[in-house]
């Protein structure tokens, strides 16, 4: 059998990618069901975009290949299919969208997208090998336990990274790539909480505060979230893709509070009140009992000289912390690295030597912040390269 295109994956990016080629398309898929990912997304409702998506919110080696995409491709482009397809939504914070209703919506959406662009949808089925020549790829398919050679002109990789491998993640891409020369970006999780060693934080699971979540290199005001294994919520999330193992990192968890002034003038009201009393008037009271440990807060209030009053807000501004690692592909929503952009054409996603072979959406060297960022780059790209093939005779 011969096809105009072939996708290898019925994610984000490849089913965008089916709807705009212009048919005589097939998209391969080993998973049950087309959009798993998509579908647990967000608590099952999908961040599918972000209002404030600009490149600044991507990591790449190459910060400005994605620019080329997302401009043809905004999310206000994406809004416009979900309100036309009747898909109700909702903005939370930092310009995050949601549905109202289930994810499964988005799913059902891209899957009618490329079906009324003439693309065919296979599940369950697995590739087996990869040859080219000429201007022929043939491929080498498992389908209901059977082989099945197909061939195409073009061949698109968008089968994500290596994240959350019970979702189906394989790394396949990467394979592919290797197999035609198409350098990689060390791989690495992303959007993943922080882990430290003999359970330091499982007193304080459970308890969560805004934070200002620092290291050399980026910082993030969001909510940190103390867990049974160390660090998650959306700052450590934001965090962690650009953190390195061993690398130091700082919380500020008094971001936006004059927490000093309030001391000092509580001192004047209530000098018999116990510190750590007053701090969990400010702070979770669970961390303030660990914290008095970790700083050694003791005595009242009255007891506190102005210069200690600081030396104690200076330590809850900038305390210093060392993960021992990261949760790692298991529960990381991302894969940061991966295809070289170098060898990639920004406008097409198309591989600059060889031909007729295009990369998509995670598979690719650029990764999207939390926040429906990662969506926006698959449906950007996504659309790239459909365009692109549609265009050809």
Same mark, same amino acid.
């Given at each position: !059998?011969?096809?105009?295109?072939?996708?290898?994956?019925?994610? =984000?990016? +490849?089913?965008?990618?089916?709807?705009?080629?212009? +048919?005589?398309?097939?998209?391969?898929?080993?998973?049950?069901?087309?959009?798993?990912?998509?579908?647990?997304?967000?608590?099952?409702?999908?961040?599918?975009?972000?209002?404030?998506t600009?490149?600044?919110?991507?990591?790449?080696?190459?910060?400005?290949?994605? #620019?080329?995409?997302?401009?043809?491709?905004?999310?206000?482009?994406?809004?416009?299919?979900?309100?036309?397809?009747?898909i109700?939504?909702?903005?939370?914070?930092?310009?995050?969208?949601?549905?109202?209703?289930?994810? #499964?919506?988005?799913?059902?959406?891209?899957?009618?997208e490329?079906?009324?662009?003439?693309? $065919?949808?296979?599940?369950?089925?697995?590739?087996?090998?990869?040859?080219?020549?000429?201007?022929?790829?043939?491929?080498?398919?498992?389908? $209901?336990? #059977?082989?099945?050679?197909?061939?195409?002109?073009?061949?698109?990789? =968008?089968?994500?990274?290596?994240?959350?491998?019970?979702?189906?993640?394989?790394?396949l891409?990467y394979?592919?790539? @290797?197999?035609?020369?198409?350098?990689?970006?060390?791989?690495r999780?992303?959007?993943?909480?922080?882990t430290?060693?003999?359970?330091?934080?499982?007193?304080?699971?459970?308890?969560?505060?805004?934070? @200002? &979540?620092?290291?050399?290199?980026?910082?993030?005001?969001?909510?940190?979230?103390?867990?049974?294994?160390?660090? %998650?919520?959306?700052?450590? &999330?934001?965090?962690?893709?650009?953190?390195?193992?061993?690398?130091?990192?700082?919380?500020?968890l008094?971001?936006? !509070?004059?927490?000093?002034?309030? &001391?000092?003038?509580?001192?004047?009201?209530?000098?018999?009140?116990?510190?750590?009393?007053?701090?969990?008037?400010?702070?979770?009271?669970? *961390?303030?009992?660990?914290?008095?440990?970790?700083? #050694?807060?003791?005595?009242?209030?009255?007891?506190?000289?102005?210069?200690? *009053?600081?030396?104690?807000?200076?330590?809850?501004?900038?305390? @210093?912390?060392?993960?021992?690692?990261?949760?790692?592909?298991?529960?990381?929503?991302?894969?940061?690295? +991966?295809? $070289?952009?170098?060898?990639? %054409?920004?406008?097409?996603?198309?591989?600059?030597?060889?031909?007729?072979?295009?990369?998509?959406?995670? =598979?690719?060297?650029?990764? +999207?912040?939390?926040?429906?960022?990662?969506?926006?780059?698959?449906?950007?790209?996504?659309?790239?390269?459909?365009?692109?093939?549609?265009?050809? %005779?």
């Amino acid at each position: !059998m011969f096809k105009k295109t072939v996708i290898l994956g019925a994610g =984000a990016a +490849g089913m965008m990618c089916a709807a705009h080629a212009g +048919g005589d398309c097939l998209v391969l898929d080993h998973a049950k069901s087309p959009g798993e990912k998509i579908r647990i997304s967000g608590g099952g409702r999908c961040n599918f975009t972000n209002l404030d998506t600009t490149p600044e919110n991507y990591l790449s080696q190459n910060p400005h290949f994605c #620019k080329s995409a997302l401009a043809r491709y905004t999310q206000w482009d994406f809004i416009s299919l979900v309100d036309r397809y009747g898909i109700a939504w909702h903005e939370k914070n930092l310009g995050q969208l949601f549905c109202d209703g289930s994810a #499964k919506q988005i799913v059902a959406m891209m899957v009618e997208e490329l079906q009324q662009a003439g693309a $065919d949808l296979w599940l369950q089925t697995s590739v087996e090998k990869i040859r080219h020549e000429g201007e022929t790829y043939h491929l080498t398919l498992l389908r $209901d336990g #059977k082989p099945q050679q197909i061939s195409c002109k073009n061949l698109v990789l =968008a089968t994500g990274g290596k994240s959350i491998p019970k979702m189906g993640a394989t790394g396949l891409a990467y394979d592919i790539a @290797r197999q035609f020369d198409l350098p990689l970006i060390d791989t690495r999780p992303g959007l993943v909480p922080f882990t430290f060693p003999d359970g330091r934080f499982t007193a304080l699971a459970g308890t969560a505060l805004p934070t @200002r &979540l620092s290291n050399a290199r980026a910082q993030f005001d969001e909510a940190l979230l103390f867990t049974h294994r160390g660090l %998650s919520g959306p700052a450590v &999330l934001q965090l962690s893709s650009y953190w390195h193992e061993g690398e130091e990192i700082t919380a500020n968890l008094i971001p936006t !509070m004059d927490l000093f002034t309030l &001391l000092r003038d509580q001192r004047q009201l209530q000098g018999r009140r116990a510190l750590t009393t007053e701090l969990a008037r400010h702070l979770p009271g669970r *961390l303030v009992d660990f914290l008095a440990q970790e700083f #050694k807060i003791e005595g009242r209030l009255a007891d506190q000289s102005d210069a200690a *009053l600081q030396a104690l807000c200076t330590q809850l501004e900038t305390w @210093r912390l060392t993960p021992g690692g990261s949760e790692g592909y298991r529960t990381a929503e991302v894969t940061l690295g +991966g295809i $070289d952009t170098d060898v990639l %054409s920004s406008k097409t996603m198309e591989a600059k030597q060889r031909p007729g072979l295009f990369a998509i959406g995670e =598979a690719v060297d650029v990764t +999207g912040w939390l926040g429906g960022y990662n969506f926006q780059w698959a449906w950007a790209s996504g659309h790239a390269t459909g365009t692109a093939i549609a265009a050809r %005779s």
